[in-house]
Nanobody, 123 residues
């Protein structure tokens, strides 16, 4: 079973940047994705970005296009989420997901989850 460990979260001001990392315990050929869950009771986990095993296919949620990029270094088993021009509405716990599936117009989460890292954007 692949274990995923996120790091890189923190507190930034509006317009700031953060880079999240997702380290896998072993090499995985599966897509890796980022999801986020905003604070508040009843908030659902929201898809943010995904990248194919080769890195040639990426998908971003409309809400982060033009601001976030996803990349992976398979030699190090790490997937990165570069977040620029952060907004208060980006505040959430960001979780790494493994073994998901690209589908037309969407991405299905896989079975593996990291513990999450908190991102807080102050106004």
């Amino acid at each position: 079973q692949v274990q995923l460990i996120e790091c890189g979260g923190g507190l930034v001001h509006t317009g700031g940047s953060l880079r999240l990392s997702c380290a896998a315990s072993e090499h995985t050929n599966a897509p890796i994705a980022w999801f986020r869950q905003a604070p508040g009771e009843g908030e659902e986990r929201e898809f943010v970005a995904a990248i194919s095993r080769s890195g040639s296919v990426t998908r971003l949620a409309d809400s982060v296009k033009g601001r976030f990029t996803i990349s992976r270094d398979n030699a190090k088993n790490i997937v990165y989420l570069q977040m620029n021009s952060l907004k208060p509405e980006d505040t959430a716990v960001y979780s790494c997901n493994g073994n998901g599936l690209f589908a037309t117009g969407t991405f299905y989460a896989g079975a593996y989850w990291g513990q999450g890292t908190q991102v807080t954007v102050s106004s």
